[in-house]
């Protein structure tokens, strides 16, 4: 059984930083790509970055030079490294991760979500 750790939500002001992180546990082949989404109250979730399994990454327009996504060697723990925060950055963020399973079969799995509140 698979699942997914994050850590490192808070509450900073505006201009501040946190770093997130998410540890994949379990048995699997591999891990195809790890994504951070966010999410308001009553808003749908949205993508905010993503390392694909070749090391490549994608953000949001909205977090574009402000965040950054990585992994650790192992390619089991993902971070998102955020600074210059804003308070439209407040949501609760969720760690994604779309994996190879050892039974061949392809499947996403979810974090718990760890709320980020910025003040102004």
């Known amino acids: 059984q698979v699942h997914l750790v994050e850590a490192g939500g808070g509450l900073v002001q505006a201009g501040g930083s946190l770093r997130l992180s998410c540890v994949v546990f379990?048995?699997?082949?591999?891990?195809?790509?790890m994504n951070w989404y966010r999410q308001a109250p009553g808003k749908q979730r949205e993508s905010v970055a993503t390392?694909?399994?070749?090391?490549?990454?994608k953000y949001a327009d909205s977090v574009k030079g402000r965040f950054t996504i990585s992994r650790d060697n192992t390619k089991t723990t993902v971070y998102l490294q955020m600074n210059s925060l804003k308070p439209e950055d407040t949501d609760v963020y969720y760690c994604?991760?779309?994996?190879?399973?050892?039974?061949?079969?392809?499947?996403?799995?979810w974090g718990q979500g760890t709320q980020v509140t910025v003040s102004s």
């Open positions: 390392i694909f399994g070749s090391g490549g990454t």
């Open positions: 994604n991760v779309d994996v190879l399973e050892l039974s061949g079969n392809r499947r996403d799995y």
């Open positions: 379990g048995r699997i082949a591999s891990i195809n790509k």
